[in-house]
């Protein structure tokens, strides 16, 4: 049931509903808690931000190149870049990664987020293994909406996007390799 609003003290209350027992339990053990209010809330915050040692993976990504790092001491090869070895503390060295791997773990997404432009759902966040890294890389598999696609153990490459973007991140993401084993 809604309310009237005009006696409401609350300028951002968008309604009052009252709620009924959904399993028809006589007595309701949460009858005083079936009055539920609904705000409309717009929260927005700007802020600056740097992305600190990480910075040359993404000013490489603006050039078309993908950075990993590798630790000179342990040769274990960091995708995400690590600017310090986690298993000896050694600081590590940048190198670029071939833009080809394996696709090892993914989840499908049916509804829009935000903070993932330009995809209209559904669309997979995808656990890649690039070819010649120790660890794993979690990003957008551009799959075009075709689910279909996607299975375990196939080939992706990174593929790079043109024009302007929010940040730098999302000038890359995966998609299916197809027959082609090259990449940028």
């Known amino acids: 049931m809604t309310r009237d609003r005009t006696h409401d003290r609350v300028r951002l209350k968008a309604e009052t509903v009252e709620t009924s027992e959904p399993m028809g339990r006589e007595p309701d053990p949460w009858a005083d808690f079936r009055s539920i209010e609904i705000l409309d809330l717009e929260w927005s ?3 600056r931000h740097s992305l600190g040692k990480y910075s040359r993976f993404f000013l490489e990504l ?3 190149r993908f950075l990993a790092t590798r630790c000179p001491h342990c040769e274990k090869v960091w ?3 690590r600017p310090l070895c986690p298993d000896d503390r050694t600081i590590t060295e ?4 071939t833009a080809m791997g394996t696709l090892v773990g993914f989840s499908v997404l049916h509804r829009p987020v935000a903070s993932i432009p ?3 759902p559904p669309y997979v966040l995808a656990y890649v293994a690039l ?4 660890t794993l890389f979690l990003h957008v598999l551009d799959i075009a909406g075709d689910i279909t696609k996607v299975a375990y153990g196939m080939r992706v490459r990174i593929v790079f996007r043109q024009g302007q973007v929010d940040h730098p991140i999302w000038l890359m993401r995966f998609e299916p390799a197809g027959d082609t084993e090259t990449g940028s």
């Open 45 to 47: 915050q700007h802020y």
């Open 79 to 81: 995708a995400t870049p």
């Open 131 to 134: 070819d010649g890294a120790d």
């Open 118 to 120: 330009d995809l209209t």
């Open 62 to 64: 603006e050039q078309g």
């Open 94 to 97: 940048w190198f670029r990664l």
